[in-house]
């Protein structure tokens, strides 16, 4: 069944319904239209409105977010550097403190250097050319 939405005449009480009480004047069918499709546009502008402000919204917001992408990378990046800077500080201290306690590993450490006692003698001879560890000359063979 069809609801009707129009809420039933009701006469005027200073008696200005018309003669007889009868019911104002229908609008014509072609008005009727006229007024859905009034309807329908207004409701179509709003949601148009609504859907373009939602695309500015969007629009205003995508660079901050590239932003944030960007800062966030930078960010990690940062940690990763503090974090090899970080082992590479407690590597240092664990060097500085067996230098302060431990003679052999001084010794092993300056002769990894090149560097001899002062009653040592180093003798350096050259390398052989069928050895396999020497590196070969800029100029070939």
């Known amino acids: 069944m069809r609801r009707c939405t129009a809420e039933p005449w009701i006469p005027d009480r200073r008696g200005s319904g018309g003669a007889g009480g009868s019911p104002p004047v229908a609008l014509a069918a072609g008005m009727r239209h006229a007024v ?77 250097e090149g560097m001899i006692k002062t009653n040592e003698v180093l003798f350096r001879f050259p390398a052989r050319s069928g050895d ?3 590196t070969p000359s800029p100029a070939g063979p």
């Open 36 to 112: 859905n499709y009034w309807v329908v546009i207004y409701r179509f502008a709003w949601g148009a409105l609504l859907v373009l402000c939602a695309i500015g919204l969007i629009l205003i917001f995508i660079p901050k977010i590239n932003e944030m992408r960007e800062l966030r990378e930078r960010r990690e990046a940062f940690e990763k550097e503090t974090a090899a800077t970080r082992d590479a500080i407690r590597e240092r201290m664990i060097k500085l403190e067996r230098f302060a306690d431990d003679a052999a590993f001084v010794e092993r450490t300056a002769r990894e």
């Open 132 to 134: 396999e560890t020497t």
